[in-house]
């Protein structure tokens, strides 16, 4: 494959040379490129996410890939250059990210159960940090306000899960 598909896609010259001292990276790299759509700061977080999780786990870049569904993703031709870099982007940052990803997904699931059980919102502090998160309700009207109140307090059990969740390990 051809090297220039880095300069072609603005990829700073220092990642592209960086990436020469690493066949293999590059390898996979140019692959990446050349079936998914990715941007130039998503390919240097991709290359920054893929060199941290060859770090801590040990492993060759090929076993992070397979392991990740990336040839899949990259051969389902039913895929858009833009779902595929998304969709990589996504596994690669679960990957790198673990704990916080959990965290997000419990977050995001709590979220959904929230608003589909009151009508409310609930919004979790960025990246957990803290021991708190914020509930809101549109009133309109006083039967609003009455309404909310009934909703919360059916809401509890969800709430002192929500509370519990984002306490733990924060």
């Known amino acids: ?15 592209a040379e960086s990436l020469r001292k690493e066949p293999e990276l590059l390898g996979f790299s140019l692959r990446i490129l050349d079936k998914a759509g990715l941007n130039a700061n998503s390919f240097k977080n991709f290359i920054r996410y893929t060199r941290e ?6 492993r060759p870049f090929d076993e992070i890939f397979e392991s990740a569904g990336f040839f899949k993703i990259l051969d389902d031709t039913s895929l858009s250059e833009k779902t595929k ?5 996504i596994r690669l940052y679960s990957l790198r990210y673990p704990f916080w990803s959990r ?9 959904n159960k929230f608003c ?8 979790f502090p960025d990246f957990a940090e803290g021991n708190s998160f914020k509930i809101s309700f549109t009133i309109k009207n006083d039967a609003d306000i009455e309404k909310i109140e009934k909703t919360i307090a059916s809401a509890l059990p969800l709430l002192k899960e929500s509370l519990k969740e984002i306490r733990e390990n924060s």
Do not use: H, V, W
């Open 1 to 15: 494959m051809d090297i220039s598909i880095l300069e072609k896609r603005g990829i700073n010259p220092k990642i």
């Open 53 to 58: 999780i060859g770090l801590r786990e040990g």
């Open 85 to 89: 870099g998304e969709e990589l982007m």
């Open 103 to 111: 965290k997000q997904a419990a977050f995001t699931k709590l979220k």
């Open 116 to 123: 589909a059980a009151t009508g409310g919102e609930i919004t």
